[in-house]
């Protein structure tokens, strides 16, 4: 690299351009690929960006990435000077500085170059303006894209960098102002403009005497603030408001001169804090748009003179043409040769034979006829139809006229002239318009039952039809030609209150000109009356007639079927209050049967109750080996009794759409083993293998109802124990997912058993369906477990999928989604039996009163409390436990819901209400335990509650929660 002191010499440092010298860098053949910075000069600094300590020693593509690949080449056009020693001189845009410069190159050592140059960017964007401005000038010019005000208003816009402009223009007078565009470059500007009168386009106003008398003087106005602009058009409070809203800045005002007169003017809104760019461009940019605003209107005059000097010509499509008779010489405008897709000079030298090459030869000779006809004095006009071949290889059709116009002394003729209108379109829209009527004849004569007709109304109000269909003969029995010639001989068929009904029809919609539609009867020629629609578009006239064009169609045979169709809504709608009555009729009765249900369902237990009491009391007594066998029979056969009612109960509940689910805190894994627990000595006893197995990452404790969950494991498990004979039984219980506010449950029973049919398996949830287990007839049970399973699942947001192979066993997976447990979780049901209360567990001595009106069930209960210890006294109605409790001083009273006089729910309520009375601990003893029941006895003061039939473990975690000072109320 050659040695060269990084600072420049004192002349090059006072150079107001700015200096740069470089080190050409090249490749292996020699071709400049870099180059390397040497020296600069504080003006180099200034116009690049570039402090010399950052770039001397340093290549360009490294000072400047990038500009090795753009537009223009710099590398090998400095490099190229460096390397031959031409200097150049040019002007280039600079993508990495986004500047433009005036650059002159030049070398005075082999291998190194330098270049002086100075940022035109100002210079250029003014010059780009400028050009641009030329541009779009130029286009004022352009008689095919002449720019419209909007465009025009829009470049003034950016042309001066506004936010806003808006073009007025003046009205002759002077006096007011009619906006014409508006360009905005923010939407919201618009709603000031909005404010300021400028919205919408083609509003007029006022011109204000004060701010008109500070703009009459000068080209352009400049006005500080909107107020300023305003004066008294809006107030200030206003102007501020917009001011600050929308940051408007200076507003300016730039008349559009015609030479000396103002036609029009700018206004344009700058953004806060700027002014007007290029002002004298803008002058000129107005100045311009006033004299095309001049040469518009001084064009549309002279057009209209146009159309009316040219309107024959230009407006028939015409041609013309003069023909001397005795040379053959023709004389064609260029609309003549354009007909024929040629230009006028193409067809030059033109003559008789020019015209004659370009007929069809078929129509020379009606051609030649009409000639001979003017020529012999016959006609006085020549005028015929025929074709002309176009360039294009096709026909077109030309209407010819003309007329000899100068005559010899002889009576022959020497000069003839005339038009040439190109009548193709004509022509081929006759043959459609024939083609057309043709099939709209046949369309109109084919309606079926129907016509076509254009009807006349004059304003007078006297009608005629212009045009019938032959339908007409069909529909109405009258000729077409009769009714074209009396109209009155159709409107004579309508039956007095259809005609009456038809005028009415047709007076108003010839009043609001709409569409119209009638229905209306006609009695034919014969008596046959038929329902005929009429149906009619209006259109008005210039004499202000008016012209009904409408279709008529028979609709008897509709008619009828509309009234067969009422008669059947009728008939329907009797039908529908049936069923109402009947469904009215179904909801009592399902009412009643689930009353009866509830009924039976007390009723069935209390005898129950009394049985499942006595055997319990028999097990306590000396038995031998049989009876104690024959004891654990009946035990099973009642508890098998107790869940098939239990089941129907269930069922009931889903019918009703009453199955509903408590919640409340459990222990997820005892309540498992709970409900599991009795099928181990099931499948012990049929010498099949049961696994249970639950995961340890099970949750300790869930929000949910435990009974219900025990029920869905107790069922499915208890189904793949019932119905396996050999091999094994796999329980499985994990928790898939939890959640923020929920764990997801799965349980999954797997046995070996005879598996399932897909018959079997599409019944398998129906209610009473029972799966043959492949042993016997029918399997043991209601039928009803699966449906209450499925109805069970789906409460608890859960799903059942069975997937089975007859032979093979059969898989049940069910997930379901509990409740985390949490500190605010609270019960809001009673709790039973165990549940109920929490005091010492053993407590002996109480005294209880027995409120029970089954004979019975009294005696049961009195041999259980006193085998136990306790003073039991017994009454059989509500009245008479609230005497008692009034009377005694009791630990505990056992009350049924179900008493004569007073039921046990409003005894309860009695004796707490009673501040005088010692208040006992009190349970409900019944069949009814829904939540919603169970809210009743909490309501009613009671303290829990037990299920008939009664189990000595349930009373005796009732009793054994009771102390001298009765039950707790803890829940």
Known sequence: MKKLDKEPLSWQKQLPEAYAYHQVITNEVGEPVDYVFLQVNPAFEKMTGFKTEDIIGRRVTEVLPGIESGEFDWISTLGQVGLTGESCKFEQYSEPLDRWYNVIGYSDTPGYFAVLFHDISGQHREKEKLQNMIHFSQRFLDTENVPDLQEITEYMRTLTGAYSAVFNQLEDNGLGLTTKAIAIKTQHLLKSADMLGFNPIGKKWSRDPKRHARIQQDIVTTFENLQSFAVETMPVQMTRLLEKTFDIGQVAIIKTMKKDKAIGEFTLIMPKGTAMESQELAILYATQVGLHLDRVQYEEDLHKQRQRLEGIIEGTHVGTWEWNVLTGKNIFNERWAEMVGYSLAELEPASFDTWEALVHPKDLMASEAQLQEVF????????????????????????????????????????????????????????????????????????????????????????????????????????????????????????????????????????????????????????????????????????????????AIDVTERKKAEENLQEYASLLKLKNQELDVTAKEAGKANQAKSRYLAHMNHEVRTPLNGFLGFLQLMKSTNLDDQQKEYMHYMEQSTSHMLGIINNVLDMAKIEAGEMQLTNRVFSLGEEIETALAPLRSLASQKNIHLQITTDKNLPRQVVGDPDRLRQIALNLGGNAVKFTKEGRVLITVQCLETTKKHHILQMVVEDTGPGMTQETLNKLFLPFYQADDGSTPQSKGSGLGMTITRELVELMDGRIQVDSTPGKGTRIEVVLKLNKATDSHKDGALKQTENAVKAPETYNGLRILVA???????????????????????????????????????????????????????????????????????????????LEDQETFKAAGMDGFIAKPITFEDLGKVLDGVNKEGLSNEN
């Open 376 to 551: 012999s004095g016959q006609k006085e006009y020549y005028d015929v139809d025929y074709r002309m071949k176009h360039r294009d290889g096709h026909w077109i059709w030309v209407h010819d006229r003309g007329k000899v116009i100068t005559w010899s002394e002889d009576g022959k003729p020497l000069m003839m002239s005339g038009t040439h209108t190109d009548i193709t379109e004509r022509k081929r829209a006759e043959e459609t318009i024939l083609a057309s009527k043709d099939q709209l004849e046949t369309l109109s004569n084919n309606i079926p039952n129907g016509m076509v007709y254009q009807l006349m109304v004059d304003p007078k109000g006297n009608r005629r039809f212009t045009y019938v269909s032959a339908g007409v003969e069909q529909l109405q029995g009258v000729k077409q030609a009769d009714v074209l010639i009396n109209p009155k001989i159709l409107y004579d068929q309508f039956l007095k209150d259809d005609l009456q009904k038809m005028i009415e029809t047709e007076e108003q919609a010839f009043s609001t000109m709409e569409p119209f539609s009638c229905e209306a009867r006609i009695r034919k020629p014969g008596g046959k009356i038929r329902w005929v629609q009429f149906q009619s578009a209006l259109s008005k006239q210039p004499d202000d007639s008016i012209v009904a064009d409408g279709i």
């Open 852 to 930: 029970e009106d089954n004979e019975l069930n009294q005696l049961l209960m009195r041999l259980i409390l006193e085998k136990k210890g306790h003073i039991c006294e017994i009454v059989a109605n509500g009245l008479l436990a609230v005497e008692e409790a009034a009377d005694n001083d009791y630990d505990l009273i056992l009350m049924d819901i179900q008493l004569p006089l007073m039921d046990g729910r409003e005894a309860s309520r009695e004796i707490r209400s009673r501040s005088d009375v010692h208040q006992p601990s009190i349970i409900a003893v019944t069949a009814f335990t829904s």
